[in-house]
C-alpha cells in the first residue's frame, strides 16, 4: 500500500514539473489551428512574420524541457536530422545561398521535430484524450465557419486569403475551397482527419469520450467534407477509416466493433440529408467538382494514386548530376521570397531542387524511415489492445510522410500529429514501453 502511494505521489511531483510545459504545448496547438484567423482577418498586415508565430512557443518548450533534462538530444532521428540539416546548410553557404533562405530551411526541417518525442515524453494518454475532445468540440464552430465559406462569395472577406487581400483557391461551380480558420485548405484536411480517427477510436472504446461528443464530431466532419470544396479532405480522411484494415488482420473481434462507427456515420449523414438545405447543396457542388476533375485527372482512385506517384516517383526523374541543388530553403515559398529563387509544391522535389540528388535523398530517407518506425509501434499497440495510434497514425503518417513541410501549418501537424501518436502508446504518465514496441530512444 506504502508503496502504491509512493509511486502515486512521484507521477503527482512529475505532472507538477511539466504542468507549465503542458501549457505551452496547448498554446502550441491553438496557435496551429488559429494561426490563419490571425494572418488572414486580425492582424493581416503582421502576416508573414506570422508564418513562424509557433517557433517562439516551441522553443520555450525546448528550453524548459533542457532544463529538466528531458530534451530528445540523443533521440537517433534527432540526431541524424540534425546532421542533416548542418550539411545542407554548410554546402548551401558555400554555393552563396541567401542567409534568411537557409536559416528558414533549416527551421523547415529540423525546428519543430523534437516536439513529437517530447510529447511522447510528457503527455499521458488521459492527455491524448483531452486533445481529442478538444478537436470534437471544436469541429462544431470549424464546420460552421467552413458552410458559411461556401455560401459565401469569392470575395467575401470569409474568404480572403493571408494577409487581407485575394481569395481561397476557387473550385467548382463558382466557390472557393473553405479553409476554415487556416490560412489554406490544407488545414482542414488535416484538422477532420484527426477528429475522424478520434471519432473511430471513442466508437471503439466506448465510455471514453461521451457519446454527443462523437455525434458531434460525425456531423461536423460530414457537412465539413461536402462544403469545403475539395475532394482532399475526403481522400485523407478515407486513410484513417482505412485503417480498420490492419484491426481486421490483427485483431478481427475488434474490426466487429465497425458496426458502431457505420452505424453512426450514416445515422448522421442521413439527418443531414433530410435535414440541411446546406449538406445537399454541398454535395450537388461535390459532385461537380469530382466530374470536373474526372475530365483532367481520371477518376478518383487514379488521381490519389497520380498524386503519391507524382511525390514518390521524384527522386527517379532528377538528374543525377545535380549533386548541390540551389541550397537549403530555396524551393519553399517563404525561402524563395529572401532570395529570388523558385518554389515547388512537390514535397520530396523540394529536398533534390535545395540539396541535390545525395543530400536530398538522404532527409527523403529520413522521412520514410521515422514514418515506417512509427507505423510498426502503432501496429504493435494493436497487438496489445490498444487502437488509438493506428487511427492517429493514419492521419500524420501521411503528412510525416509526404507532407509540405514548408508550409507552416504541415509542418506544425506533422510534429505535432506524430507526437500525439506516440503519446497514445502509453497508458500512464511515464510508462516505458515494452521493448519489442519502442521505438523511442530518450
Known amino acids: ?57 516551441v522553443i520555450w518548450i525546448y528550453f524548459l524541457c533542457y532544463q529538466k533534462n528531458i530534451l530528445p538530444l540523443d533521440n537517433i532521428y534527432i540526431k541524424r536530422l540534425l546532421q542533416w540539416v548542418i550539411v545542407a546548410s554548410f554546402i548551401s553557404l558555400i554555393l552563396g545561398t541567401n542567409l534568411y533562405t537557409i536559416a ?44 458559411e465559406q461556401f455560401q459565401a462569395d469569392r470575395e467575401d472577406i470569409l474568404n480572403v486569403a493571408a494577409g487581407g487581400t485575394g481569395y481561397q483557391l476557387e473550385t467548382s461551380g463558382g466557390k472557393v475551397r473553405a479553409s476554415g480558420t487556416f490560412s ?111 475530365n483532367v485527372e481520371g477518376n478518383p482512385i487514379e488521381a490519389y494514386f497520380l498524386r503519391y506517384w507524382t511525390i514518390i516517383g521524384a527522386p527517379f526523374n532528377y538528374p543525377i548530376s545535380d549533386v548541390t541543388g540551389y541550397g537549403l530553403g530555396s524551393a519553399t515559398r517563404a525561402g524563395a521570397s529572401f532570395g529570388g529563387y523558385f518554389w515547388t509544391e512537390n514535397p520530396w522535389d523540394r529536398h533534390l531542387l535545395e540539396n ?50 514548408g508550409q507552416p501549418t504541415t509542418l506544425g501537424f506533422a510534429a505535432f500529429g506524430t507526437g500525439l501518436c506516440l503519446a497514445s502508446t502509453k497508458d500512464q504518465l511515464f510508462e516505458k514501453q515494452k521493448k519489442d514496441t519502442s521505438i523511442i530512444k530518450l
Request: a positive charge; aromatic letters at 18%; hydrophobic letters at 55%.
Open 1 to 57: 500500500m506504502k508503496t502504491n502511494q509512493s509511486k502515486t505521489n512521484k507521477i503527482a511531483e512529475r505532472e507538477d514539473d511539466f504542468g507549465f510545459i503542458r501549457i505551452l504545448i496547448w498554446v502550441y496547438f491553438f496557435l496551429l489551428l488559429f494561426e490563419g484567423s490571425l494572418r488572414k482577418w486580425f492582424l493581416p498586415s503582421l502576416s508573414t512574420g506570422l508564418l513562424i508565430v509557433r517557433d517562439p512557443i
Open 104 to 147: 528558414y530551411g533549416a527551421r523547415t526541417n529540423l525546428l519543430h521535430f523534437p516536439l513529437i518525442f517530447i510529447l511522447w515524453r510528457i503527455l499521458s494518454k488521459d492527455d491524448v484524450i483531452n486533445f481529442a475532445k478538444a478537436f470534437l468540440l471544436l469541429s462544431a464552430p470549424m464546420t460552421m465557419l467552413v458552410s
Open 184 to 294: 489554406f485548405v490544407s488545414g482542414i484536411v488535416y484538422f477532420y482527419c484527426f477528429t475522424v480517427a478520434f471519432i473511430i477510436w471513442g466508437f471503439l472504446n466506448r465510455g471514453r469520450i461521451p457519446l454527443w461528443m462523437l455525434y458531434l464530431g460525425i456531423s461536423s466532419s460530414l457537412l465539413a467534407m461536402v462544403t469545403a470544396g475539395s475532394r482532399t479532405v475526403i481522400a485523407e480522411s478515407l486513410q484513417v477509416i482505412a485503417c480498420f484494415a490492419f484491426l481486421a488482420y490483427i485483431k478481427p473481434e475488434a474490426f466487429g466493433k465497425i458496426t458502431f462507427t457505420i452505424f453512426g456515420f450514416s445515422l448522421v449523414g442521413g439527418f443531414l440529408y433530410l435535414q440541411a438545405d446546406v449538406f445537399k447543396e454541398g454535395i450537388e457542388f461535390l459532385s461537380l467538382r469530382f466530374e470536373e476533375a474526372a
Open 356 to 405: 541535390g540528388i545525395i543530400i536530398g535523398s538522404i532527409f527523403i530517407v529520413w522521412r520514410i524511415w521515422i514514418t515506417k518506425d512509427i507505423f510498426k509501434t502503432s501496429i504493435n499497440e494493436i497487438k496489445r489492445g490498444n487502437y488509438l495510434p493506428i487511427f492517429l497514425f493514419g492521419a500524420c503518417g501521411p503528412v510525416l510522410l509526404t507532407g509540405l513541410y
